[in-house]
Structure formats: structure tokens, C-alpha cells
């Protein structure tokens, strides 16, 4: 099986070389800019999978052969990303003290720094779309889009509730991960969508296939953690049970394989295909079945 890094290799060395032209140090900042610059880049330019922006660059070439419009747009969902994990690693929310091998953002900057590192990836995500050279009318949805998956009827209420819950349904939780993990996931996609300024019914399509990614990573997600942490709450395994969870992961598989089928043929769909795939075999095979790819003819040129 090939690793993520092997599949979206090309997609991740086009975002860090743009990630790491955003926030250049600069020799007029003064002592605290420079260190609140240093703490945004610590995060920001870490060791990232790029997983999000990614799917917004492979989109884009699945729908228009180019990566020349959407990374703009994809280095906002980065940076949005990446402003949520400083704050959930911050002691008054999960008190994480190390995340990907490295030490956390306050345990370098201290939390006070931390904290506005986070607030300003968050506003700078989208003063940059703001800035983008794209045509205004699709800025501004991009901004709506991106508002709506990050704010307070998205991630930011779905991270709300996960501080909050005690026992949850099915139904409670599913809400919970669409909002808390999914909506992000599925605005890469959509936005790509709006970008290549696809029909309607395409990007009908691009936002069920971004929701069915961002849920089946999730519970892949709750398959691995389950037994290192038996007792989160916000994991579907106790909510309805391992084999249920391993069902709920291949039905979610098949769907977003099909309805990846119905976007236009190309290498860059075969990638996409490929992460649908990835994200069923990183669960061990005494956890989960695993479907192969459907078969697809072979296309005419």
C-alpha cells in the first residue's frame, strides 16, 4: 500500500513552496512580531501532511487540468487548519504536549503566543483569499464557504460540542465529526468546484464526495485510536460497536469511490481514488475489510 506522503507527494511540494512564501520574516518587525512570526511559521511550515490543500490541488486538476488558480484557496484551508490544532493543543483544551514527534506550539512560545499564533492564522487565511488574484465573485464565495466550514455552524461548533458531550447517540455523533472534522475536509473539495467554476451539478457532487471522505477518514481515524483510548467519547466504537464501525468505514469507502467514478478520467482521479483506498488499508487487516477499487473500463482517447 502507498503511503499518503507517496500519493499526494507532487500536491505537497507545491503548497509548502507556497506556504513558505506567506508570513517571510522581515527585518523592520520588532522582538515580539518576530517571535509571534516565528510561533505561526513553527506550525504553519511544520511537519504537515498537507492533507486539505492537497485535495484542493487534485481537484482542480481532475476538473481543469491546472494547479495555476486554487492554491491560494488551498494555503486558506492549511491555514485554517493548522490556527485549530495550535488551539486544541492548548492546556485549556486538550493539553497536548507534543504533536507529529515535535513539541507543541506553547510548549515553545509559551500559551499566551501560542494562542495569538492561532488568532492570526485564522484572520490572515482570509485576508489572503481576500488578496487572491481571483475574480471577485469567486473570492467571495470561497470567503462564504471557507466561513461556513470553519465557523460557528461549522468546526468551531463541532469542537464545542466535543468539549461538551458526556454520552452520545449515533446521530449526535455523526453530527459532531461532519462538523468538527468533515466540514473542512469537504470545503477543499467544493472549493476547487467553485474555482474551475464547474456546473451545479458538479459541485453537488464534489461537496457529497468531500462529506464522505471527511466522515470515513474520521472513523478510520476512531478504528485506529479505539485502543489506545477505549474511553474517548467521541469515538464510534463504543457509541455502535467495532464491527458496526468497520461496516460504517467500507460503506463509506464504496460510496466515495463511486462518486469519485463520476468526475472526469484522469491520473489526478486516479490519485483521488488512491487517498478513498489509503484511508481503508492504514487500518490493521484484523480490523476492517477491505474492498479492492471497482473495476472501471478503460477509457477511449
Given at each position: ?9 507532487a500536491?505537497?511540494?507545491l ?6 512564501d506567506?508570513?517571510q ?11 509571534l ?54 492546556p ?27 488568532d ?23 470567503i ?8 460557528i ?9 466535543d468539549?461538551?458531550?458526556q ?9 459532531i465529526?461532519?462538523?468538527k ?18 456546473p ?6 464534489v461537496?457529497n ?34 464491527s ?17 467514478k463520476a468526475l ?10 488512491d ?6 488499508h ?20
Open positions: 500500500m502507498q503511503s499518503l506522503e507517496n500519493i499526494i507527494h500536491e505537497q511540494e503548497i509548502e513552496k507556497y506556504l513558505e506567506i508570513f520574516e522581515k527585518a523592520h518587525l520588532n522582538s515580539s512580531e518576530q517571535r512570526l516565528a510561533s505561526v511559521n513553527y506550525s504553519l511550515l511544520g511537519k504537515g501532511k498537507r492533507f486539505r490543500p492537497a485535495l484542493t490541488l487534485l481537484m482542480e486538476q481532475i476538473l481543469s487540468g491546472s494547479t495555476s488558480q486554487s492554491l491560494p484557496f488551498a494555503a486558506a484551508v492549511e491555514m485554517v487548519h493548522t490556527y485549530s490544532l495550535i488551539h486544541d493543543d492548548l485549556c483544551m486538550d493539553d497536548d504536549t507534543e504533536r507529529r514527534g515535535e513539541p507543541t506550539n506553547h510548549v515553545i512560545y509559551g500559551e499566551a503566543i501560542a494562542l495569538l499564533a492561532g492570526a492564522l485564522l484572520t490572515e487565511a482570509f485576508g489572503h483569499m481576500a488578496l487572491s488574484p481571483l475574480p471577485e465573485v469567486i473570492k467571495i464565495q470561497l462564504q464557504k471557507l466561513h461556513e466550514a470553519a465557523g455552524h461549522g468546526m468551531i461548533a463541532g469542537q464545542a460540542a468539549i461538551e458531550a454520552r452520545l447517540s449515533a446521530e449526535e455523533l455523526l453530527k465529526q461532519k462538523l472534522t468533515g466540514k473542512l475536509i469537504s470545503v477543499a473539495l467544493e472549493g476547487a468546484a467553485i474555482i474551475c467554476q464547474a451545479e451539478k458538479t459541485q453537488d457532487l461537496r464526495l468531500g462529506d464522505t471522505l471527511g466522515l470515513a477518514f474520521q472513523v478510520a481515524d476512531d478504528l485506529q485510536d479505539y485502543n489506545n483510548n477505549p474511553h474517548e467519547i467521541c469515538n464510534w466504537v463504543p457509541v455502535i460497536g467495532l458496526s464501525t468497520e461496516n460504517m468505514l467500507e460503506e463509506l469507502t464504496q460510496k466515495a469511490l463511486q462518486l469519485c472526469p478520467d484522469s491520473p489526478h482521479r486516479k490519485k483521488l481514488q487517498i478513498i483506498l489509503f484511508n481503508l492504514r487500518i490493521p487487516p484484523s480490523l476492517s475489510k477491505k474492498p479492492s477499487l471497482p473495476h472501471e473500463k478503460t477509457s477511449k482517447t
